[in-house]
């Protein structure tokens, strides 16, 4: 289709505002993880972010033990079970490289594009040369589309 396609982080939902999470163009292009439904179960708009839900595949995990495996022992800046703290944020990357990987060789491949406020999260999408925005980027083009 060769278009752009925005995976959301859940801490980039409050900042998206429901009004723009019920848009057409959040619907059509808009997608989060299993991980962020889970984490979102309270979000005012779950039902809509339900129907966004990228479902997890065995080829995602297997990018996902690569995305792991990238993280250094003992860093807990993108993942603390302890303290509860980014459990979804490597399903983010895997999910991105599996897609990734889905359309690679193809002709008019998508481009994915991570939203998130995670400083964390934004390092390791580059180390994987995965695109990050800010929610509010993604914000100015959802309100583009209203106009």
């Not at 708009?45 to 080829?59: D, G, Q, S, Y």
């Not at 990018?63 to 800046?77: E, H, I, M």
């Not at 929610?135 to 959802?142: F, H, N, R, T, V």
């Amino acid at each position: 289709m060769n278009q752009e396609i925005y995976l959301v982080d859940n801490n980039a939902l409050t900042a998206i505002r429901a009004h723009r999470i019920r848009s057409e163009f959040f619907r059509n292009r808009c997608r989060i993880t299993a991980d962020v439904l889970w984490e979102a179960r309270e979000h005012p708009e779950f039902t809509i972010l339900a129907a966004a839900v990228k479902e997890t595949t065995p080829a995602m995990l297997g990018q996902l033990k690569l995305v792991v495996g990238a993280v250094g022992v003992g860093y807990t800046n993108l993942i603390d079970l302890y303290q509860n703290h980014g459990a979804a944020d490597p399903g983010l990357i895997a999910s991105i490289l599996e897609s990734t990987m889905i359309d690679e060789g193809t002709f008019f491949s998508d481009t994915w594009v991570l939203v998130t406020n995670d400083k964390a999260v934004e390092e390791l999408a580059a180390a994987f040369n995965i695109v990050t925005v800010k929610p509010q980027a993604l914000s100015k083009l959802i309100d583009a589309s209203l106009e």
